[in-house]
């Protein structure tokens, strides 16, 4: 079954650094999504991201987090100046529609530590 | 938004029992309502899902319920099994928002 891939597995980084979390969603999908989980907490939704645009964001995507698709496989989450509370596991999704059939299928995440 | 409240957060249950967890949500337009297994460090995975205009869907010994008037849709689990012990998350609204999760244990 096609996987939605995310390197690299962890990342620890200084506060205040730059980093680039990688995505590659499921080939025949055209909508894709970053997610966070703190650690023992709920899965929250970051950003959507379709035809080359964000469509949706929540309030945590602030202008330090920036979404691209560099090329036509890779969908990268930019942090631009980490902080503490950004050390979470970050997912990755891809969905093939939108709408009542929007099944999302989950990356095994990168686990970011912001030291 | 969505606002996705999820009951209880710890459900232990002796193998074979039932276990059921429910959720709540606000947005009466959410219309697609999916529910996630994630085992401990792994990716979250779908389980089952239901559309609004079903009120029941079954696969194996997972069911889940959905009543639209009430705002509320729920997760069963029959002849549960050690293998099901996994954090069980829902999700409603067209994000996904999703619920605080439950922490199932099974114990054999």
């Known amino acids: 079954e096609p996987e939605v891939t995310q390197t690299p597995s962890h990342q620890v980084t200084q506060m205040g650094q730059e980093v680039i979390l990688r995505c590659v969603p499921i080939s025949n999908h055209l909508y894709f999504y970053w997610y966070r989980q703190i650690l023992g907490q709920k899965v929250e939704f970051l950003v959507s991201?379709?035809?080359?645009?964000?469509?949706?964001k929540s309030e945590i995507f602030d202008d330090q987090f920036s979404v691209e698709r560099p090329d036509g496989s890779n969908f990268t989450l930019k942090i631009r100046s980490t902080k503490l509370e950004d050390s979470a596991m970050y997912f990755c999704?891809?969905?093939?529609?939108?709408?009542?059939?929007?099944?999302?299928?989950f990356g095994s995440g990168t686990q970011l530590s912001v030291l | 938004g969505e606002n996705v409240e999820q009951h209880p957060s710890t459900l232990s249950v002796q193998e074979g029992d039932s276990a059921v967890i429910k959720c709540t949500y606000s947005d009466s337009a959410s219309n697609y309502f999916p529910w996630y297994k994630q085992e401990l460090g792994k990716r979250p995975q779908l389980i089952i899902d239901?559309?609004?205009?079903?009120g029941e869907k079954k696969d194996q010994r997972i069911a889940v319920t959905l009543n639209k008037t009430a705002k509320h849709f729920s997760l069963h689990i029959t002849e549960t099994q050690p293998e099901d012990s996994a954090v069980y998350f829902c999700a409603a609204g067209g994000q996904f928002y999703f619920g605080t999760g439950t922490s199932l244990t099974v114990i054999p």
């Open positions: 999704a891809s969905s093939e529609t939108r709408g009542t059939n929007e099944k999302l299928f």
């Open positions: 991201f379709y035809n080359n645009e964000i469509s949706e």
């Open positions: 239901i559309r609004s205009n079903v």
